[in-house]
């Protein structure tokens, strides 16, 4: 069964910090992982979009690393600010025939930046 | 601007009553995606469509139902049978499976 974990599930900081979310998956066949931002009450923001392919991906100050051999991903965001207070999901697409198409999510983990 | 519209964003219902919620999307995406949340449970699969006509159960189908007739559309039922229907129900999209997922804004339903 594809499970996909985010470790922690909640993280307080103050403004200025670098800081890294993860996201492990347990099967490493996978065709992408996404990252997404989710503020209360609202849909899923569309953060990082990483092939398999790929080693990384870089928005602005955030860069998300993929590794499949150890069925991991990490969101490195830099310069935390207060407005980056929000969800963060991570999300995986595996390359397993019929279920090639749907997206397995983690729990997400609840960032709070405070000034 | 292109984007998913989910309507209404609340939602009210009395207990053994039929509820649709509407999903449109103006992307010129074929596949559409229903998911289910709940506080600590993450996002869960209910349906999933990766072309017009045709629809697939997720992990939490059973007390729903849903119509792919036009691209542009998904619509959910959430019928009378789903045992425990109030939460936060997320659409959405995607073009190509290397491209991103696009999600709607939500609609909460609160059935009491």
């Known amino acids: 069964k594809q499970e996909v974990t985010q470790i922690p599930a909640a993280l307080s900081v103050p403004e200025g910090e670098n800081l890294v979310l993860n996201c492990s998956f347990t099967d490493s066949a996978i065709y992408n992982l996404q990252w997404f931002r989710q503020d209360p009450g609202k849909g899923l923001t569309s953060l990082l979009l990483i092939q398999s392919s790929q080693r990384e991906q870089t928005s602005g100050r955030l860069n998300a690393s993929l590794d499949k051999s150890s069925g991991r991903s990490t969101l490195y965001i830099a310069a935390s600010q207060p407005g980056d207070s929000a969800t963060y999901l991570c999300?995986?697409?595996?390359?397993?025939?019929?279920?090639?198409?749907?997206?397995?999510f983690g729990r997400g983990t609840q960032l709070t930046v405070w000034p | 601007d292109g984007g998913i519209t989910q309507s209404p964003k609340y939602l009210f219902r009395k207990e053994g009553q039929n509820v649709t919620l509407s999903c449109e999307q103006n992307?010129?995406?074929?596949?559409m995606y229903w998911y289910r949340q709940d506080p600590g449970q993450g996002l869960r699969l209910i349906y999933y469509?990766?072309?017009?006509?045709?629809?697939q159960k997720g992990d939490i189908a059973e007390g729903y139902s849903v119509s792919r007739e036009k691209k542009e559309s998904f619509p959910l039922t959430v019928t009378s049978a789903q045992k425990n229907p109030t939460a936060f129900y997320l659409c959405?999209?995607?073009?190509?499976?290397?491209?991103?997922?696009?999600f709607g804004n939500g609609t909460r339903l609160t059935v009491t």
């Open positions: 999300a995986v697409s595996f390359d397993r025939g019929s279920t090639l198409g749907r997206l397995y």
């Open positions: 469509s990766q072309i017009v006509n045709d629809f």
């Open positions: 959405a999209s995607r073009g190509p499976v290397n491209s991103p997922l696009h």
């Open positions: 992307l010129n995406h074929d596949a």
